[in-house]
Each structure stands twice: as structure tokens, then as C-alpha cells.
Nanobody, 124 residues
Framework: QVHLVDSGGASVQPGGSLRLTCVASGDTIDTYWMAWFRQTPGRDREGIACLRAGGRITTEPSVRGRFTISKDVITNTLFLQMDRLKSEDSGMYYC??????????????????WGQGTQVTVSQ
């Protein structure tokens, strides 16, 4: 079992950068599949990036080359580095964890553990 607390969201201008942090307690996240999701009003929660237990990463095409998912197993922390932010990147961001292998790691079904969310707003 793992408890997740995410933070780092803020209001920034287009072109800016943010780093989201998800601190885990309980189990080590090294053996978990980890991901970041985004939700905006009126839309389903969408997968942004995932990091498999074995280290392979999948990133949603609209953020590829701008967002980077990573983890620090010493501090049991998941990160999402967000660069060259655009207005369409705005939303509530959630980290998520699964103990089990998933058929589609950018699909929210299967993730049992979730952070409380952190708001990212990109505007002039």
C-alpha cells in the first residue's frame, strides 16, 4: 500500500516551466507503475506520462519533448518536469500508482492509489 501527496502546481505564463512532485509513503515506488494524469472541466481524466516498474516510459504525444517523468527511489518521489508550457496544459494534475502491470499505462483504470491533485494554470 502507498499514500501519495502531490504538489508543485502553480500559475505560470506560456513558455514557462514547473516541476510537479509526488511524495509516496508506505511501500517503495520502485516496484510500482507510476503515472501522471490531468483532468480539466468537462473532460475525462487523461494520462500524461507513465513510468513502468522496469523503467520504460510512455508519454502522451501532445507533451512529448516538453514533459519528463522521473522518480527518485531514495526519497520515494515521483516528478513531472513540465517545460515550454502551453495554455492547453492547464488542469488538475494527479499522480497515481499501481502495484500491478497494466495493459495501457496511460489509462486510469487499474491505478489504485491517487494523490489529491495539484492545479496547474497556464495563462498570460
Amino acid at each position: 500500500q502507498v499514500h501519495l501527496v502531490d504538489s508543485g502546481g502553480a500559475s505560470v505564463q506560456p513558455g514557462g516551466s514547473l516541476r510537479l512532485t509526488c511524495v509516496a509513503s508506505g511501500d517503495t515506488i520502485d516496484t510500482y507503475w507510476m503515472a501522471w494524469f490531468r483532468q480539466t472541466p468537462g473532460r475525462d481524466r487523461e494520462g500524461i506520462a507513465c513510468l513502468r516498474a522496469g523503467g520504460r516510459i510512455t508519454t502522451e504525444p501532445s507533451v512529448r519533448g516538453r514533459f519528463t517523468i522521473s522518480k527518485d527511489v531514495i526519497t520515494n518521489t515521483l516528478f513531472l518536469q513540465m517545460d515550454r508550457l502551453k495554455s492547453e496544459d492547464s488542469g488538475m494534475y494527479y499522480c497515481a500508482a499501481s502495484q500491478f502491470e497494466l495493459a495501457d499505462c496511460l489509462f486510469d483504470i487499474g491505478y489504485r492509489y491517487w494523490g489529491q491533485g495539484t492545479q496547474v494554470t497556464v495563462s498570460q
